[in-house]
């Protein structure tokens, strides 16, 4: 299903009607229509009737439905033919259409009569302000990573697309609790720390209901909840502008808000000692640490390979590769994962890598992710884990290929 897109000729740089969009269009027509379709009876109540001074009521009445900030969209595809006569057919005076089977005039008003009482003054119809749209997401089951990744974009969408206010929905499931931490949920919303900051939806639903019960329709907010994939393909097209804006600003403002980075870096990447003084707790071994984010099955994987199109050569090569494009950098590499230590000997007994190998192999979910985002080097893998972990991390990134598109500045590794 799909939102309809209200715009006026002035989007579209001038014309008449539904403006000069290069396609056929009915942009020009607000979000309401007598066609046939489901309407919630609250929107109708919430817009009222139908009186207006113009005669043309149904354009009003539209005008009225979307400055309150309501909606319609359709499906794409036909499912349903007007039995009566159709925009195509408008000239063709055989067949009546709703206005003249009442006997009304559709667009002008009829002419006055001799008998008519003269109006000394226009009337001028009610102005009703547009009313601010509130967005938020539908549940998912998805990992952390995925529905921190939805929850990012959606935000992204609602601020810097529609100009509207995001609302903070929290999951009824995050996957990948696999000790079945009664608490998993709250650790993971603390780690992205956007509840506090945003409004919450099981609040404005209570609030709703209380606003309903005390006959105040007008304060009730109407929650949209639009298809995530509008939502993917609006951040996809517009990737380095989404990422750049004031919304994921605000987004990676408060995930690093209540962490100490300093002192998480000493933890994560195990780092004992500080031998060069500065109080950072690196030492004078490495200057960098780099993480490598390495997909592997899981009892939660959906995916046939679970991410093993990238096997561990290709790590290796990829580890290799940055390790020869910073020659000046002493990097320690920390491979975040899932299994035993034996499969990733091919890591650890590297000739050349091995020594500055750490490993980090199933470790909960807010260590992993802090050591992705505190790395000064950042290897994604095939999975919204990292990826959106790349969107938070002030280092390099290095991007594995997969189905969501890289910002223009993160560097791609090659397959092969």
């Not at 509008?230 to 951040?235: L, Q």
């Not at 998480?264 to 004078?284: A, F, P, Q, T, W």
Request: hydrophobic share 30%.
């Amino acid at each position: 299903m799909a939102l309809h897109q209200h715009k006026t000729s002035n989007d579209a740089g001038g014309g008449g009607g539904g403006g000069d969009f290069g396609y056929g269009n009915c942009h020009y027509w607000p979000h309401y229509s007598f066609r046939p379709s489901l309407i919630d009876v609250a929107a109708i109540l919430a817009v009222g009737d139908y009186d207006t001074p113009n005669q043309f009521f149904e354009m009003d009445y539209a005008n009225r439905w979307t400055n309150l900030g309501f909606l319609s969209g359709f499906y794409n595809q036909i499912t349903n033919r007007h039995i009566g006569r159709l925009t195509s057919e408008r000239n063709d005076r055989t067949q009546p259409n709703a206005y003249e089977l009442n006997n009304e005039s559709q667009f002008v008003s009829p002419a006055a009569t001799a008998t008519a009482t003269a109006i000394t003054a226009p009337l001028v119809p009610t102005v009703v302000p547009a009313k601010k749209q509130y967005y938020s997401t539908i549940q998912f089951t998805d990992g952390f990573g995925a529905q921190f990744q939805r929850f990012i974009w959606a935000c992204i969408y609602a601020e810097d697309c529609e100009n509207a206010t995001f609302i903070y929905r929290t999951p009824d499931k995050i996957a990948h609790n696999y000790t079945n931490d009664p608490h998993f949920i709250e650790k993971m919303e603390e780690l992205m720390n956007m509840k506090p900051h945003y409004l919450n939806y099981t609040d404005v639903i209570r609030k709703n209901a209380e606003h309903e019960h005390a006959g105040r329709r007008d304060d009730v907010i109407q929650i949209l909840t639009p298809d995530f994939y509008d939502i993917f393909n609006y951040v996809e097209k517009n990737m380095d502008r989404c990422m750049k804006s004031q919304s994921m600003a605000r987004i990676k403002k408060y995930y690093w808000q209540n962490k100490d980075r300093v002192r998480e870096r000493r933890r994560v990447y195990r780092i004992r000692h500080d031998g060069d003084g500065d109080g950072d707790g690196d030492g004078d071994k490495y200057t960098h640490h780099l993480a490598v984010h390495i997909r592997r099955p899981n009892c939660d994987d959906t995916r046939p390979n679970s991410g093993e199109e990238y096997d561990n050569a290709y790590y290796i090569r990829s580890m290799l590769k940055i390790q020869d494009d910073n020659r000046s950098q002493r990097i320690q590499f920390h491979i975040y994962s899932q299994g035993s230590d034996e499969r990733f000997t091919d890591f650890t007994k590297h000739s050349v890598i091995g020594r500055d190998v750490m490993l980090h192999l199933n470790e909960n979910n807010e260590d992993t992710y802090l050591g992705m985002t505190l790395a000064d080097i950042l290897i994604t893998s095939a999975s919204s884990y990292s990826y959106s972990a790349a969107f938070l991390c002030d280092g390099e990134i290095y991007y594995t290929e997969f189905w969501h598109q890289p910002c223009s500045w993160w560097k791609k590794l090659p397959k092969s």
